[in-house]
C-alpha cells in the first residue's frame, strides 16, 4: 500500500507544480549580491549560525566567500564561491605544473643571442678565459 501511495505522489508531483511546492518545498535564496537574505532564513526556520554551520561542512570557512547561497528542500546549501575562493582541482594544479616545466626548460636553454646585452660581454668572457682561483 505505501508502495502505490509513494508511487501516485511521484506521478502527482511530475504534473501539478502547487502538490510538488507543498510536499517537497521551493529552494530559498538565502545570500545573493553580497547581503544574506534573513526573510528567507526566518521563513525556513533557521539561524545564521545554522548557516555557517552548513557553511563548515562544505569546506566554507567564511560567508563572505559566498556569492550565491541556496538553500534546498533537502536542507544541503548549493553554493556558488567567489572565484578566489574556488578551490583548485588536481587538473589545475597539472596544468601550472606544465605551465612551470615549460618555464624552467626554456630558461636552461637561452642562447647567447637570448641573454640580456648588459651581460653578454661577461657572458662571452666567461667561455673563453679560464677562471680557476690559485
Do not use: C, W
Amino acid at each position: 500500500m505505501l508502495t502505490i501511495d509513494l508511487v501516485l505522489l511521484a506521478k502527482i508531483q511530475l504534473y501539478s507544480p502547487l502538490i510538488r511546492k507543498l510536499v517537497f518545498g521551493i529552494p530559498s535564496v538565502i545570500k545573493k549580491d553580497g547581503k544574506v537574505i534573513m526573510k528567507e532564513l526566518k521563513k525556513a526556520n533557521i539561524t545564521v549560525e545554522d548557516v555557517e554551520m552548513r557553511l563548515r561542512m562544505e569546506k566554507v570557512f567564511s560567508i563572505e566567500d559566498v556569492v550565491l547561497g541556496v538553500l534546498e528542500p533537502s536542507g544541503r546549501l548549493s553554493l556558488t564561491l567567489k572565484p578566489e575562493k574556488i578551490p583548485a582541482t588536481k587538473g589545475d594544479i597539472q596544468r601550472l605544473m606544465d605551465m612551470l616545466t615549460e618555464i624552467t626548460q626554456h630558461k636552461t636553454e637561452y642562447s647567447v643571442n637570448e641573454i640580456p646585452p648588459l651581460f653578454q660581454e661577461a657572458y662571452q668572457e666567461a667561455k673563453t678565459k679560464d677562471y680557476h682561483q690559485h
